[in-house]
């Protein structure tokens, strides 16, 4: 079974949709986050829950959503996408006691047209 | 600031060859995690060696090894008997002990093997 997650993995699509990528995790871990890997491969945090509360939500355009329905998942909305939206976007999911490390979804390519 | 510092954007080395990835970071705090993550061009990122700052003692995972600076700050990577799997990008990072939310990253070194 995999441990993180995510759909799609490959999302392409034209500007000013809306588009939605889902993470699940089967950890048991309290807290998960959105990552956002740019085309210089950097790594930005941009969101974080812990047990459905949000707890780090880094400077990302009000466009970016993200829902969590419960601790194991943690989606992430896209309104009215924009060419720089482009990048790869990576689920994570931890626990921070005992500390753990990062377990990565596989990341969602998604290429804005 | 907490920032993680890469110095090296790529490097290389011949295969079976040892190679040395750099990692410096600032924080004030005492008690942390150190990690490096490696991306192959898969994408997926995995965990390669994890670093307790209270535990002196260097981790080891088989030709993976770090050096542990903790008053300079520093985290550097080993790879011993490179091989052409460990073509990558490798990423430094460090989350706190007791408020362990955060993860901070480096920006990433591009590791290259030449057969």
């Known amino acids: 079974d995999t441990a993180v997650s995510q759909t799609p993995k490959y999302l392409v699509t034209q500007m000013g949709n809306d588009k939605s990528i889902k993470c699940e995790q089967n950890?048991?871990?309290?807290?998960m986050y959105w990552y956002k890997q740019d085309s210089k491969k950097f790594l930005k945090i941009m969101f974080s829950?812990?047990?459905?509360?949000?707890?780090i939500n880094e400077t990302v355009p009000n466009r970016f959503s993200p829902k969590s329905p419960d601790k194991a998942h943690l989606n992430l909305h896209i309104n009215s996408l924009e060419l720089g939206d482009s990048a790869v976007y990576f689920c994570?999911?931890?626990?921070?006691?005992?500390?753990?490390?990062?377990?990565f979804g596989s990341g969602t390519q998604l290429s804005v047209l | 600031a907490q920032t993680v510092t890469q110095s090296q954007p790529e490097m290389s080395v011949q295969e079976a060859e040892t190679v040395t990835l750099s990692c410096t970071y600032d924080?004030?705090?005492?008690?942390?995690?150190l990690f490096w993550y490696k991306q192959p061009p898969s994408r997926q990122m995995i965990l390669v060696i994890r670093?307790?700052?209270?535990?002196?003692q260097n981790a080891t995972e088989n030709r993976f090894s770090v050096n542990f600076q903790k008053a300079a700050k520093s985290f550097s990577l080993k790879i011993s008997d490179s091989q052409l799997g460990d073509a990558a990008m490798y990423f430094c990072?460090?989350?706190?002990?007791?408020?362990?939310?955060?993860?901070?990253f480096g920006t990433g070194t591009s590791l290259t093997v030449i057969p």
């Open positions: 994570a999911s931890s626990q921070v006691q005992p500390n753990e490390k990062l377990f």
């Open positions: 950890l048991g871990h309290d807290t």
């Open positions: 829950y812990n047990n459905k509360e949000l707890i």
């Open positions: 924080t004030s705090e005492s008690d942390y995690y």
């Open positions: 670093q307790e700052a209270y535990k002196q």
């Open positions: 990072a460090y989350r706190f002990r007791n408020t362990g939310n955060q993860f901070y």
